[in-house]
Each structure stands twice: as C-alpha cells, then as structure tokens.
T-cell receptor, first 114, second 114 residues
Framework: TQLLEQSPQFLSIQEGENLTVYCNSS?????LQWYRQEPGEGPVLLVT?????EVKKLKRLTFQFGDARKDSSLHITAAQTGDTGLYLC??????????????FGKGTKLSVKP | DADVTQTPRNRITKTGKRIMLECSQT?????MYWYRQDPGLGLRLIYY???????NKGEISDGYSVSRQAQAKFSLSLESAIPNQTALYFC?????????????FGDGTRLSIL
C-alpha cells in the first residue's frame, strides 16, 4: 500500500504553461516536504509545510498543505525548462507511525519543452 | 566539496558478489539514512542510524547490512548481491527527525547486478 499517492506520474508541457502536481493520502501527516531531483543528483528540498491549510510560495512555485493534513499540491506558474525534473513529496506520519522517518511518494516526472 | 559524498558513483558486478557502498558527510549530522530508488517506486528506506551506536531497519532491509563507523561515515553492504538489487542507492543525513528539517542527499550510486 502506497501511503502517499502522487499524480500525475508523468507530465510533459510547453514552456510558459501552468501545472499542478498532487500528493494525496488517507493518513494524517504531521509535516510534508517537497523535493526536486535532477538526473544524476540526489533530491533537494524545496519546501516544508506543517500547518493544515498552509500556503507557501517560492518564486513561481506555490505549495499548499490540505486542511486535514492528508494532502498537498505543488503549482508551478509559467513553467520554464529549468523546472524539468522529478518532484517528490515526502511526509512524516502523525502519531509516530513512521518512527519520525520520511515516507516518500513515487514522484512526478516533469518535462518542460522549449 | 559535496556535503554528502557517496562512493562509488557507478558499479557493475555479478550475482553472488559482496558489495560495499560508502557514504561520508561533512554536515556534522547524527542522523544518516540509506535509500534505494527504483523507477516508478520512489525512495524506499533500507536502514537508518541516529548515532554511532544506533542502527535501525527500514522498510526493505532484507539482503542488506550497514555499519556506522563514525559520525561521518555510514556504509551499506550487500552480502551476496542478486539482480533485483539493481537500483540507484542514496545516502542522506538530517539534523533531526520529524520532517521539520531537510534531508541532505548524496548524488547516488548506480548499482547494476548481472
């Protein structure tokens, strides 16, 4: 059973378009992180959200944590070719269900074409 | 220099061989992790260590062992490699658990077992 479901699995868009990536669960998470991974490198943290309903912005990227802390979304405005990569959500389950360790989703592979 | 260094970066070996993947860090973090990444499966936790005397199994520890030689060094061994252990392996560190701090990843070891 995958605790964190990401969708879509693959996304190919043109430069300048907007997109949203989703991370959903039936479990409550005490915090959720988004990472971006480029080929040949390890994941790099983009943001951490901890409060239900929280919205964080990082330039053209907007992250939202659901009110019930079971889901999150990443919205990119006016995508650029440099946004290409694998986007991973990862969370720590509430009530110590994962011993404080991160549980990762399977990732969304984004390709932005010029 | 990278904060988290993994060696080797690539390794091809045969079924039944013993393999050691090494990880060293300069971040001064107590917590270290080993993950494997397979296409379409995200990152899965193999082992983790909260300090030199603390080693814990993760989600998929069968067929693997680890050694925490020092605060800065955490190695992963495959005692008798099998083809389904072909994957991308990542070492990571963090300052704390609980998902409030980032995990810092190395650039990975691509392991192929023939």
């Amino acid at each position: 059973t995958q605790l964190l479901e990401q969708s879509p699995q693959f996304l190919s868009i043109q430069e300048g378009e907007n997109l949203t990536v989703y991370c959903n669960s039936s479990s409550v998470f005490s915090s959720l992180q988004w990472y971006r991974q480029e080929p040949g490198e390890g994941p790099v943290l983009l943001v951490t959200v901890v409060t239900g309903g929280e919205v964080k912005k990082l330039k053209r990227l907007t992250f939202q944590f659901g009110d019930a802390r079971k889901d999150s979304s990443l919205h990119i405005t006016a995508a650029q070719t440099g946004d290409t990569g694998l986007y991973l959500c990862a969370g720590v389950m509430n009530y110590g269900g994962s011993q404080g360790n991160l549980i990762f989703g399977k990732g969304t592979k984004l390709s932005v074409k010029p | 220099d990278a904060d988290v260094t993994q060696t080797p970066r690539n390794r091809i070996t045969k079924t039944g061989k013993r393999i050691m993947l090494e990880c060293s860090q300069t971040k001064g973090h107590d917590r270290m992790y080993w993950y494997r990444q397979d296409p379409g499966l995200g990152l899965r936790l193999i082992y983790y260590s909260f300090d030199v005397k603390d080693i814990n199994k993760g989600e998929i520890s069968d067929g693997y062992s680890v050694s925490r030689q020092a605060q800065a060094k955490f190695s992963l061994s495959l005692e008798s490699a099998i083809p389904n252990q072909t994957a991308l392996y990542f070492c990571a560190t963090s300052e704390t658990t609980g998902g409030l701090q980032p995990q810092h990843f190395g650039d990975g070891t691509r392991l192929s077992i023939l």
